[in-house]
């Protein structure tokens, strides 16, 4: 079974520090994806990208940063972290367009 | 742009039966999901539907797609707690390399 890896579970930063979000995929995906999650908004895409080195903008991208030096790996960076980036942070892939998208357990940032 | 939206809540009482609504933007989207997130979890695919069929069956599930009027929905039968979680619909934009747009989420509460 395919299986997304998100590093921490949960993770308290204060404003103004340097934040990286890291995920890896165990099932060589082309496709990797950067969401949060906030009640009553559902899930929205900061960024995603199609192959390594390879980054598109999603919908939010303001404040967000990615890495996608090797293919399993995909970061996502808060160059300066701000109290409205406190959110659950989902990471998720995909082998091809039309097939369905495995997500990590989520990382809960709250950002003091 | 795209959206998807769906209702916030949703109440039912077990054994009877849900069914959770979704209506999207795009016509171009080839498959339409249902994912699933249980309290603390990440998304799980639940189901999914090809935008060619108007409806597919799975064991207590039933998705119901409508083209025209760009509506998708959900039906739960015999709803048990067990059921109680977030429900997400997505639509991929299958000209956008696959990303998935994502409805607000639909908390469906079932009561004993």
């Known amino acids: 079974d395919v299986k997304v890896t998100q590093s921490s579970r949960y993770l308290v930063k204060r404003t103004g520090e340097k934040v990286f979000l890291e995920c890896v995929q165990d099932?060589?995906?082309?496709?990797m994806f950067w969401y949060r999650q906030d009640p009553g908004l559902g899930l929205r895409l900061i960024y995603f990208?199609?192959?390594?080195?390879?980054?598109e903008k999603g919908d939010i991208p303001e404040g967000y940063s990615v890495s996608r030096e090797k293919k399993e790996r995909f970061s996502l960076i808060l160059e300066s972290a701000s109290t409205n980036q406190t959110s659950m942070y989902l990471c998720a892939s995909l082998r091809a367009t039309n097939e369905k998208l495995f997500f990590g357990s989520g990382t809960q940032l709250s950002v003091l | 742009g795209e959206d998807v939206e769906q209702s916030l809540f949703l109440s039912v009482r077990e054994g009877d039966s849900s069914v959770i609504n979704c209506t999207y933007t795009?016509?171009?989207?080839?498959?339409l999901y249902w994912y699933k997130q249980e309290p603390g979890a990440g998304l799980q695919l639940l189901t999914y539907i090809f935008s060619n069929m108007d409806m597919k069956q799975d064991q207590r599930l039933t998705v119901l797609l409508n083209k025209k009027d760009k509506h998708l929905s959900l039906r739960i039968a015999d709803t048990q707690t067990g059921d109680s979680a977030i429900y997400f619909c997505?639509?991929?934009?299958?000209?956008?390399?696959?990303?998935?747009?994502f409805g607000q989420g639909t908390e469906l509460s079932v009561k004993p």
């Open positions: 795009d016509s171009s989207s080839t498959y």
């Open positions: 990208s199609y192959d390594v080195k390879m980054k």
């Open positions: 997505a639509e991929n934009l299958y000209n956008q390399g696959g990303k998935l747009i």
């Open positions: 099932m060589d995906h082309e496709n």
